[in-house]
C-alpha cells in the first residue's frame, strides 16, 4: 500500500509542475506579443534585433518542452515552436517583413512558409 501513497504523491508533484510549467508558457506569450509590437513599430529591422534574439531564446525554451519533454503545447505555440525553428539573418528578415505586414504574432506564425 506504500506504492499508492507515494503513487499520489507523485500526481500531486505532476499536477503542480504541469500548472506551474503552463503559467510560464503563458508569460512567454506574454512576451512574445511584446516583441512582436516593438518589431510591428519598427522603421528597420535593426532597431529590433534584440526582439528577435528574445523571440528565439523563447522558441528554444519551448521546442525543448516540445520534443525532450513532450509537453503539449496548444496549436498557435507548437506552430510557433515549428516555424521560428531556423535562426539566421536570411530567416529573420524574412520573418521581419511578415511580421510587418501581420496584424498579430498569431497571424504572422500562420503566414510563415517553411
Known sequence: M?????????????????????RMIRAFECELNKEFDVIKASSDYLEC????DSIFSIQRCLAVAKHRYEFNLSNFIDDFVYKFD??????????YEV????????????????
Open 49 to 52: 534585433v534584440g526582439s528577435f
Open 99 to 114: 511580421i510587418k505586414s501581420s496584424c498579430d504574432i498569431e497571424d504572422a506564425t500562420s503566414r510563415i512558409k517553411v
Open 86 to 95: 531556423r535562426d539566421d539573418m536570411h530567416s529573420r528578415k524574412y520573418i
Open 2 to 22: 506504500n506504492n499508492i501513497s507515494h503513487f499520489r504523491n507523485e500526481l500531486e508533484i505532476y499536477a503542480s509542475s504541469v500548472l506551474s510549467i503552463n
